[in-house]
């Protein structure tokens, strides 16, 4: 079959280690690819350039925004430039969206980060396009993003890999929070599902309990949970799977931040560590850009 012309009134541009999920949804979507050329001074300011011309087209930024911070202002810089040089309308594809945990003033005088990157973001870019947002004290996106939203989700994915991969599986969220995926991935598979409560103490200490006698021998313990970051919550109903005879363990995130050694920290416990595609790692074997790309088409 010849290949479909891309289509021009769209352009895909992605950057850093965004560029390869932004190729498969430019490819996803009949859509040239370009990538953001950003360079940084020796003064460490940044230097953005838009790789191609931009005029009446809908421009789609793709960013995943884990470590957030510089990108943020990169894509502030992008989004505004292609508004200057004649865009239609910018979207912003951030397949993991960030500061969504702080969503409150925890303690006094602490910026509730989440709302603030929240209206940041909407007062440069037209929509933003997002993969299972942690959305905890905030019903919807909208309550902070004033800029249009599309919220996605991975659920059917990980159904579908539990589906694919594991033998008499059992679901486990780890937290209340973590209620609306487990639920939803036990259910397209009509597989037992327990959702546990945590304690969280500290960004390194959490407490959870499996309270339950029931032997877990012979199952496939399939844990999810929206955010693997430094693994503690993972690890934590690991240990208590094991106690109740669990072997066969599956740790299954839809991001994957891995911070400080999180992921060596689980294999060590002889777990499979599972994620989607939206944070590039050697984990990733759940892809999402056909998600992404429906969301876009
Ligand atoms: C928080 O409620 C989230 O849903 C995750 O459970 C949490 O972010 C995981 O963090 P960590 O891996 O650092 O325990």
């Not at 486990?172 to 409560?197: C, F, I, T």
Request: charged share 25%; glycine share 6%.
């Amino acid at each position: 079959m010849p290949k479909e012309k891309a289509r021009e009134d769209r352009v895909v541009i992605g950057w850093g280690d965004s560029a390869t999920l932004g190729k498969s949804l430019a490819r996803k979507t009949n859509t040239a690819f370009a990538p953001l050329s950003v360079s940084v001074f020796p003064d460490g300011e940044l230097l953005v350039r838009l790789p191609v011309p931009v005029e009446g087209k809908v421009v789609v930024l793709i960013q995943s925004l884990h470590a957030p911070n510089q990108k943020i202002l990169e894509i502030v810089f992008a989004a505004t430039t292609a508004k200057e040089l004649g865009a239609k309308k910018v979207v912003l594809v951030a397949p993991y969206l960030c500061y969504m945990r702080q969503d409150k003033r925890f303690h006094v005088g602490e910026a509730v980060a989440g709302t603030v990157v929240a209206r940041l973001l909407s007062r440069y870019i037209d929509q933003l396009v997002t993969m299972d947002p942690h959305l905890h004290r905030h019903a919807s996106l909208g309550e902070i993003y004033t800029c249009e939203t599309t919220r996605l989700t991975a659920a059917d994915a990980i159904a579908e890999f539990i589906h694919n991969n594991v033998k008499n599986p059992i679901v486990v969220g780890p937290d209340e929070e973590s209620l609306q995926w487990a639920k939803r991935v036990s259910g397209d598979l009509k597989a037992e599902v327990h959702v546990l409560s945590k304690t969280r103490y500290s960004s390194e200490k959490v407490n959870i309990d499996f309270d339950s006698e029931k032997s877990l021998e012979g199952r496939g313990v399939v844990i999810v949970d929206d955010i693997i970051s430094t693994g503690h919550t993972m690890m934590e109903v690991v240990k208590d799977v094991k106690k109740l005879g669990a072997k066969n363990i599956f740790c299954i995130g839809v991001h994957g931040i891995f911070a400080k050694h999180a992921y060596e920290k689980l294999r060590q416990l002889n777990t499979k560590v599972v994620t989607c595609n939206t944070i590039p790692h050697k984990s990733n074997r759940i892809d999402c850009s056909g998600i992404l790309a429906e969301a876009l088409k």
